[in-house]
């Protein structure tokens, strides 16, 4: 059992920064892809960025791509999202997960284990 910790999230005006992590309690997450997701209030979870074990493979959603970033530190067990040009639409909880598989898929039911997330606000 893989159990992800989120934190980095907070408050920030639009254009700002952040960068969320992700620290993971078991070693098989760096075998294992790794999903950042988002869910406002009222609505789906919604998928953002993924990267496979290697690090070499990664996946965003249209609306985050070329403003996120996503990587990983296998030595550290921790991934991260690096997100610029925030937006107020950006506001959410972002929660990130593991596929023991590392498939890198964007669909929420390919992954196994699952953090409980850090809110992201940011305002206009």
């Known amino acids: 059992q893989v159990q992800l910790v989120e934190s980095g999230g907070g408050l920030v005006q639009a254009g700002g920064s952040l960068r969320l992590s992700c620290a993971a309690s078991?070693?098989?997450?760096?075998?294992?892809?790794m999903g950042w997701f988002r869910q406002a209030p009222g609505k789906e979870r919604e998928f953002v960025a993924a990267?496979?074990?290697?690090?070499?493979?990664?996946l965003y959603a249209d609306s985050v791509k070329g403003r996120f970033t996503i990587s990983r530190d296998v030595a550290k067990n921790t991934g991260y999202l690096q997100m610029n040009s925030l937006k107020p639409e950006d506001t959410a909880v972002y929660l990130c997960?593991?596929?023991?598989?590392?498939?890198?898929?964007?669909?929420?039911?390919?992954?196994?284990?699952w953090g409980q997330g850090t809110q992201v606000t940011v305002s206009s």
């Open positions: 990267i496979r074990s290697s690090g070499g493979t990664t």
């Open positions: 997960a593991a596929d023991r598989w590392d498939r890198g898929s964007s669909y929420v039911g390919r992954y196994d284990y």
């Open positions: 078991d070693r098989t997450f760096g075998r294992s892809a």
